[in-house]
């Protein structure tokens, strides 16, 4: 059998920690039972459980517990949060904000609410990825209801200035929801210091299970319930809560926190070595700003290549991807917004390094470049 490609790909997803499958373990069998089941003790059981959970994650974020809505990910978080949101505020207004760099799981939501007749108002970036607070500013009008920017981008890395947008969006009255997906896990994030009323996570982004996620909202924030059924988590989601992956959310976040610091200057080191290598082969370039960008991303345009032929050439050796693991093989929106043209954004390879990442897997990557790159030209 070929030896498995070296794994580049934590923003897609990460591996689960072997200590949070242990802590899922007993909650799929021995543990096993519905938590809204309150009739007897094992549902009983299951029910503190969750609450358990909940109050860790609550912990971890810094944000009371009734805040805290269960999701299968971020992409159902970043649903309940902007049509949620939108709906719950119809008689405010009927415009929202977001960036044209967003992950798809924000930006469909806001096509969805402008094909009900919402207004839509999608803000460019620079060159460097980054949202210019003052457009945003500019993009405010009294019936702004929801403006949706991301912590952290899931290609390249660039973290948006979260307090200054916070800041606007409270003294203008209006929501602020951050799709945290990829900084929630790999730095403390503490929406309310940042003014964020409305914050989505995903358990396989720092070394949780995947299928769970929240929906973290601020005191006060309402939303109305997308799924309707059984009025569970308070009446804002409905369907049984997962127990295990519940206790494998919380377990994994306090996890990831804990070594969070140590973790992203290893990383960062590893990141800069990449990075380094590839350019000095000369004719690859970073997309979007070094800084500030999460240290263990790293996305880099390689010149007069096809796209198509370098993505098929490395994958044999590398796993590695071109843009979001959910953007169905077209050409990356969010190099397009950063003026890359398609054909440049196709031949582009972003690097997630992870916890398992280490010098020789980055050193083995940069030979597999550096070995196919003259044939490729
Ligand atoms: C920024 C961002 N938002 C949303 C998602 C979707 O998350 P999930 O897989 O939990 O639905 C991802 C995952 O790729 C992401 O990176």
Redesign the pocket.
């Known amino acids: 059998m070929a030896a498995a490609p070296i794994y580049l790909d934590h ?3 990460t591996p689960c920690d072997p200590a949070v499958v242990a802590a899922m373990a007993p909650w799929w069998t021995e543990g096993a039972a519905n938590p809204s089941s309150r009739g007897h003790r094992p549902g009983l059981a299951a029910a503190a459980a969750v609450e358990v959970a909940r109050g860790r994650l609550a912990q971890a974020l810094a944000v009371p517990p009734e805040g805290v809505v269960f999701t ?7 649903n309940l949060a902007i049509k949620g949101l939108c709906e719950a505020r119809l008689e405010r207004g009927r415009h929202l904000v977001t960036v044209a760099t ?2 798809r ?2 930006l469909e939501p806001c096509r969805y609410l402008e094909r009900l007749g919402f207004g839509l108002t999608v803000l460019p970036v620079g060159p460097d990825g980054l949202l210019d607070p003052d457009r945003l500013a500019a993009a405010l009008r009294p019936d702004t209801v929801l403006v949706s920017v ?1 912590a ?3 290609e390249i890395g660039v973290l948006q200035p979260l307090a200054a947008i916070g800041a606007l969006c409270g003294r203008h009255g209006v929501a602020f929801h951050c ?1 945290g ?2 900084l929630v896990g790999q730095a403390p994030l503490r929406p309310l210091e940042l003014g964020i009323d409305l914050l ?1 996570l ?4 720092f070394g949780g299970p ?1 299928g769970i ?1 929240a929906l973290v909202l601020a005191p006060g924030v309402t939303v109305a319930p997308q799924l309707h059924g059984g009025g569970h988590e308070g009446g804002r989601r409905s369907g049984t809560l997962p127990l295990p992956l519940i206790v494998g959310l919380a377990e994994a976040l306090d996890r990831a926190l804990a070594d969070a610091p140590a973790r992203g200057a290893r990383l960062l080191r590893l990141r800069e070595r990449l990075r380094l290598g590839l350019e000095a082969l000369g004719g690859i370039t970073v997309n979007g700003a070094l800084d500030p960008r999460l240290p263990h991303n790293l996305n880099v345009t390689v010149q007069g290549v096809d796209g198509g032929r370098l993505h098929r050439e490395l994958r044999r050796w590398l796993a590695v991807s071109g843009g ?3 953007s169905s093989g077209a050409p990356s929106h969010v190099l397009q917004a950063l003026g890359l043209s398609r054909e440049a954004a196709a031949a582009s390879l972003r690097f997630g390094l992870g916890r398992g990442t280490g010098e020789a897997d980055i050193d083995q990557a940069l030979a597999v470049v550096s070995r196919l790159l003259p044939a490729l030209r």
């Open positions: 923003q897609a997803s299968s990910g971020a992409t159902e978080a970043d967003e992950h799981a924000v991301m952290a981008n899931n799709d997906a990829q989505s995903s358990g396989h982004k995947q996620g979001s693991a959910c």
